[in-house]
């Protein structure tokens, strides 16, 4: 909203101006208030530069319109979207399109929130990306090459070669490992004796072997990060937080409102914030099924125990028993 001389004016977000907030934040020009704890807890960046609880001076951090923190070289539009993996009415279910979640993946890395990275990460493998568009996004937030290997596979067996466009997104080190993988099949398959190979000659386990060797990965990963505690990459892509003016000493004894779980725990705050997304999104995500940790880590379901292998040592003392038995007879 603009005002008569061309500024624009500072408005309450209409989805994130909590009444129980103890956290102010202007950016743009919206106005946020929001819950610190979510913050606190995540990330080491905001750790540092909001300071846990009161200051040294006695006085606590921004929590009015006139009193409050800003956070340039963010966009207003990208923030909300950030908030809304904390305040998501409907819990478990995140659907949302490529562009939601990579404005949540920017901040995500940025800050160093890792477990919202691994949320982005899982929701962003249940979407039908172009190959080239999910390798240069991979690369950039730095998440596991493990997860590129179908991605890897199908430009290496496609028949045309990569443009000057997709060789600009992918870079060079990575153009060069796809040619690099595209001779060896050539060459392979000559050694062979095919005569006028084609890729569609290969075998996806063969071209997995070679994309494994020339791109030197393993297994497949079990989280797109690094466990363990949270840290700000490189340290210096962070945006800026600026404190506004101190809130004056009044005598006031200031009470935060309670915050009541890891996520969608406000306490007595009440809203009503949607995903912001749009009402003709078309998004491919799949339904999950079941109660997802919506911030924690990416759990191994794999692991599976057959009763046979559950008790060896009962199985070995009912074969004493019955041998014993026979020997009695």
């Given at each position: ?7 624009s ?19 743009e ?42 956070l340039e ?38 800050w ?24 240069s ?94 840290t ?17 000493k ?70 004493q ?9």
């Amino acid at each position: 909203m603009v005002n008569e001389h061309g500024v624009s004016r500072v408005v309450h977000h209409k989805d994130y101006y909590l009444r129980g907030g103890d956290m102010t934040i202007l950016v743009e020009n919206h106005l946020y208030r929001i819950h610190s704890y979510f913050f606190e807890r995540e990330s080491l960046f905001f750790r540092q530069k909001l300071v846990a609880g009161p200051s040294e001076d006695g006085e606590d951090r921004p929590s009015n319109d006139s009193n409050h923190y800003t956070l340039e070289d963010v966009k207003s539009e990208d923030f909300a979207r950030f908030l809304w993996v904390f305040y998501n009415p409907k819990y478990s279910l995140y659907e949302a399109p490529l562009d939601v979640w990579l404005s949540i993946l920017r901040l995500a890395t940025r800050w160093g929130f890792n477990n919202v990275k691994e949320l982005t990460v899982r929701e962003l493998e249940k979407l039908e990306i172009e190959c080239v568009d999910k390798i240069s996004i991979y690369h950039e937030h730095n998440i596991s090459k493990l997860y590129l290997i179908p991605s890897y596979i199908a430009i290496v067996k496609r028949d045309k070669p990569l443009s000057f466009t997709e060789g600009v997104k992918l870079g060079m080190e990575t153009v060069l490992r796809v040619a690099d993988a595209r001779e060896r099949a050539r060459q392979r398959a000559s050694e062979s004796g095919v005569r006028t190979p084609s890729f569609d000659d290969f075998d996806d386990s063969d071209v997995e072997v070679l994309v494994r060797e020339v791109f030197g990965l393993g297994s497949r990963p079990t989280s797109p990060t690094p466990t363990g505690a949270s840290t700000i990459p490189n340290g210096s892509d962070a945006s800026t937080i600026k404190l506004g003016q101190p809130p004056k000493k009044n005598g006031a004894t200031v009470t935060r409102n309670g915050v009541n779980g890891p996520v969608n725990g406000t306490g007595s705050s009440k809203h009503d914030a949607s995903p912001p997304v749009p009402s003709n999104n078309t998004s491919n995500t799949s339904n999950t099924s079941g109660t997802r940790n919506q911030t924690g880590g990416i759990h191994n379901l794999d692991r599976e125990i057959s009763p046979a292998s559950a008790n060896p040592a009962r199985n070995g003392q009912q074969g004493q028993r019955g041998s014993a038995g026979q020997s009695r007879q």
